[in-house]
């Protein structure tokens, strides 16, 4: 099994251009999130999914969207990329919704907008 | 104010001194407090949950206690290898993710 897969590992983008970050699972996992990692913050939740076909704001939503494509996957959408939305990205899966499964992560996407 | 305090920021040890890291939480209903390492351009790895005040894991070197307000991550007798961030996170309740603390960054030099 690998795990949780991300692609593209590393991003650089232009201010205003727009990309999607994909993250897929193999663990036949019903949950699956988005957080970002900024130096000297702990990771903070952008967007999950709570089973196929839903999805709900995490703690910073504001100029992601995201897609819940099928059961594996998960994506992340920036419509219009802000220097502000420079980190890291990860993706995690868990088995079930409720609060006591344990997030698997995966590899991250290192995004740089200029 | 931070739900989730991790301390010391960043932590030096020889080889083999044993040492402990602290994670603080003042979440109202718990469900589960979680431990990870992320190694540098890596993406966290689990290493233990736990549940309910009183429980400990351990793995290899490392045990994770849990009290009503606090979690420590006991290293006994580490080795550079066990060099990283260690992580702690918590969970209230629902599928709307954990609530992670800054990290301890661990150096173990040999």
């Known amino acids: 099994n690998a795990g949780v897969t991300q692609t593209p590992k590393f991003q650089v983008l232009k201010t205003g251009q727009s990309m999607t970050l994909q993250c897929a699972q193999d663990?036949?996992?019903?949950?699956m999130y988005w957080y970002r990692q900024d130096p000297g913050m702990g990771l903070r939740l952008i967007y999950y999914?709570?089973?196929?076909?839903?999805?709900d704001k995490g703690e910073v939503p504001n100029g992601y969207n995201v897609s819940r494509l099928n059961k594996r996957e998960f994506s992340l959408r920036l419509e219009s990329a802000a220097p502000s939305q420079t980190s890291v990205y990860f993706c995690?899966?868990?088995?079930?919704?409720?609060?006591?499964?344990?997030?698997?992560f995966g590899p991250g996407t290192r995004l740089t907008v200029l | 104010e931070d739900q989730v305090t991790q301390s010391p920021e960043a932590l030096r040890l020889q080889e083999g001194e044993s040492s402990s890291l602290n994670c603080s939480y003042t979440?109202?209903?718990?469900?589960?407090l979680f431990w990870y390492r992320q190694d540098p351009g890596k993406g966290p790895e689990f290493l233990f949950t736990?549940?309910?005040a009183g429980e400990e894991k351990e793995k290899e070197r490392l045990k994770a206690t849990l009290t009503k307000k606090e979690s420590f991550l006991h290293i006994t007798a580490p080795k550079p290898e066990d060099s990283a961030t260690y992580l702690c996170?918590?969970?209230?309740?629902?599928?709307?993710?954990?609530?992670f603390g800054k990290g301890t960054h661990l150096i173990i030099q040999p």
């Open positions: 995690a899966s868990s088995e079930g919704w409720g609060s006591r499964d344990t997030q698997y």
């Open positions: 663990m036949n996992h019903n949950s």
């Open positions: 999914s709570a089973s196929e076909g839903t999805t």
């Open positions: 979440v109202s209903g718990l469900r589960g």
């Open positions: 736990l549940y309910s």
């Open positions: 996170a918590v969970s209230e309740g629902g599928a709307d993710g954990l609530t």
